[in-house]
Structure formats: structure tokens, C-alpha cells
Antibody, heavy 119, light 110 residues
């Protein structure tokens, strides 16, 4: 079955860029939408943005100026970059498969990876 | 996009029913039939329980049901089990190919 796995540094310094990758195994990255969702410690979920396998993207307006999501179909991976991070960006970051055409839900999630922003 | 409003906590005894509300606006919950619900146990990733307001993914017990009236969506869990104790989040399409989550509700099974 299809599985998602996040990877990347667990510690990022303030003002630097957070970079994470989501590897999709057991199925093709094509045909679906792929999202990043985060959860600060003890808080709720926040949708960050999505990318379609073709490369089209859309982002949460509150993060739009700092976010870039990209896809590498040859590696069956998609990635997140969040620039100019602060302590407020400390969170568990999840990658998820989105059913976002004529609907809006996330049916498959990675386990999540904690990213701490600290000097 | 403002987060959807959910009660911080609800509780019920085993066998009882509980309902969790999710209030938004006409620009999100009220404007589209694209509300989903997620269950999250501590330290685990969220799990899809309901999508498109009322639909259940394969494998989700029929004790879980969803509904919507106006700008408020609801998740009802009947025949509560101890394993239902978790955090629950609603999510809605908010137009412009964007979405918004609720703040989450902690369900305690007494």
C-alpha cells in the first residue's frame, strides 16, 4: 500500500530555511495532490499548501510569502521549503495525500517529523 | 483564513453518543459540501474519519457519522468505546483552492 515518509533536519536556526522531503512508496506520485500540514506542539493542525504532480501549487495565504513546495516525479518525492523561520514555526510537519479535485480531504498521512527552530 | 471553531473538549460514557461541532462561515463550511473529520491519538498522525460531510472511508466504523447545517458541521460518534478517546479535527474547503482546519476537540471517554 502507499506510504509517505517525511525526512529532513530536526533542528533549524532562526532566520534560516526549513527544508523537508516526503518520499512516496508503494505507488506513483502522479495523478494526486500532495500537501504539507503542520501542528505546533500541543496545538491544532494548519494546512500549509499543496502541489499537483504536474507542478501546480497553492499555499495558505498566511505563509505564502515564505513557502515553496516542489515535486520530483522521477524520485516519487515532493518537498517543502519554508524561509525565514522563527520559533513560531516549530511544529510536527506532516506530508499527506490530498483528494482536492471536486473535494477537499487528506486520506493518507506520513508519520510526521518534528522540526524545532532554535539557535 | 481563520480556523474553524470547535469546542475544546467533549466527554461521554461508554455506549453513549457524543456530537462535536465545527463552526465556520459561508465562505467555507457553509459554502461547500467539502467538510472532513480526522481522529488523532497522542503521538500519532491524523486519520481520516469522514469526508464530503457525510461519507465514511472504507474501514471506518458506521458509529461515526457526519452532518452539516448552515455554517456548522457536526461529527457524531455513537456507542462510544474507550478507543474513541482522541483529538478530533474538522477541515473545510475555503475557496480559491485553499482549506482550513478547526482548532481541535479533545474527546474523553469517562
Amino acid at each position: 500500500q502507499v506510504q509517505l515518509q517525511e525526512s529532513g533536519p530536526g533542528l533549524v536556526k532562526p532566520s534560516e530555511t526549513l527544508s523537508l522531503t516526503c518520499s512516496v512508496s508503494g505507488g506513483s506520485i502522479s495523478t494526486y495532490y500532495w500537501s504539507w500540514i503542520r501542528q505546533p506542539p500541543g496545538k491544532g493542525l494548519e494546512w500549509i499548501g499543496y502541489i499537483y504532480y504536474s507542478g501546480s501549487t497553492n499555499y495558505n495565504s498566511s505563509l505564502k510569502s515564505r513557502v515553496t513546495i516542489s515535486v520530483d516525479t522521477s524520485k516519487n518525492q515532493f518537498s517543502l521549503k519554508l524561509s525565514s523561520v522563527t520559533a513560531a514555526d516549530t511544529a510536527v510537519y506532516y506530508c499527506a495525500r490530498g483528494q482536492l479535485k471536486l473535494s477537499w480531504y487528506f486520506d493518507l498521512w506520513g508519520r510526521g517529523t518534528l522540526v524545532t527552530v532554535s539557535s | 483564513q481563520s480556523a474553524l471553531t470547535q469546542p475544546r473538549s467533549v466527554s461521554g460514557s461508554p455506549g453513549q453518543s457524543v456530537t462535536i461541532s465545527c463552526t465556520g462561515a459561508s465562505s467555507d463550511v457553509g459554502g461547500y459540501n467539502y467538510v472532513s473529520w480526522y481522529q488523532q491519538h497522542p503521538g500519532r498522525a491524523p486519520k481520516l474519519m469522514i469526508y464530503d460531510v457525510t461519507k465514511r472511508p472504507s474501514g471506518v466504523p458506521d458509529r461515526f457519522s457526519g452532518s452539516k447545517s448552515g455554517n456548522t458541521a457536526s461529527l457524531t460518534i455513537s456507542g462510544l468505546l474507550a478507543e474513541d478517546e482522541a483529538d478530533y479535527y474538522c477541515c473545510s474547503y475555503a475557496g480559491g483552492y485553499t482549506g482550513v482546519f478547526g482548532g481541535g476537540t479533545k474527546l474523553t471517554v469517562l
